[in-house]
């Protein structure tokens, strides 16, 4: 398994109150797997993609990610294995407003060492004719194809993805969802992502239901869907 998690515990502690926010987590995603978590709003999922991406550490279990338990690194090695392999694509974009789309793109870390280059990756999100425009100048679906492009540029084994689609309108929300398809078709990239939208979750290959920081179910999907085919 590309992703392997057992009875991860997360709380957070404020006071004398103890917010238990992940309960004995299990989780399994192969390699090559479109992965989608789906739950409610303060279930838990961005807490349980954080741990995985190495934002956040879990207090207890396990988090293998390509053989490697996440857990054990020391702050440093997990900070290295944040940016050399794990892409994040966020609701807001994050985009960085003073520099240019090509200039976003290309202050990522480890772009040396990447196949990729910022033309390609520009291409492979349908924006090459925007690498010097500023981020205020783009829609929000174009920023997000931009902060897709960013997130893919390391060649990063795994793609993280929270509510790519949060801020966007129906059309443009579908057309992001085919990108991400094309960019795990493409490139191999696992993508693991966030949503609360059950519609959206016909595109994985797996779909695990969050509910108050448990896992209440795991399905496999045999049958998955082209996003342009999805509708809600
Ligand atoms: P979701 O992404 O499903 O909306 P989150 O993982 O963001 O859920 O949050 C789950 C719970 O954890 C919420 O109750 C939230 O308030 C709490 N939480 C998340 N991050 C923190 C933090 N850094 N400090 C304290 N509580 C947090
Ligand atoms: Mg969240």
């Known amino acids: 398994m590309f992703i392997d998690v057992s009875s991860l515990k997360k709380s957070y502690i404020s006071g004398a109150v103890v917010n238990e926010v992940l309960k004995e987590i299990g989780m399994e995603l192969d ?19 954080n741990i995985i991406g190495g934002i956040d ?24 294995y944040r940016r050399e392999q794990i892409g994040f694509v966020f609701q807001f974009y994050n985009l960085v407003p003073n520099l240019t789309v090509g200039e976003n793109i290309e202050v990522v870390s480890n772009i040396s060492k990447s196949p990729l280059n910022v033309d390609e990756v520009l291409a492979a999100v349908q924006m090459q004719d925007k ?28 793609l993280l993805c929270d509510e790519p689609t949060g801020a966007l309108d129906y059309q443009t929300s ?41 896992i209440v179910e795991a399905a496999l999907n045999q049958a998955t869907v082209p996003a342009e085919r999805i509708e809600w």
Do not use: C, W
């Open 174 to 214: 579908r057309s992001i969802l085919k990108l991400l398809q094309q960019v795990n078709k493409k490139y191999g990239t696992t993508i693991l992502m966030i949503t609360h939208n059950a519609a959206i979750a016909a595109m994985a290959n797996r779909i695990f239901k969050l509910r108050n920081g448990e």
């Open 131 to 158: 690498k010097h425009r500023f981020p205020r100048e783009l829609s929000g679906g174009e920023q997000q194809r931009v902060s897709i492009a960013r997130a893919i540029v390391k060649n990063p084994k795994l």
């Open 57 to 80: 550490r879990g207090d207890s279990g396990r988090v293998i990610v390509d053989g490697v338990e996440i857990n054990n690194l020391n702050n440093d090695q997990l900070t290295d």
């Open 31 to 49: 390699e090559g797997e479109i992965g989608v978590i789906l739950g409610p709003s303060g279930s838990g999922k961005s807490t349980l993609m």
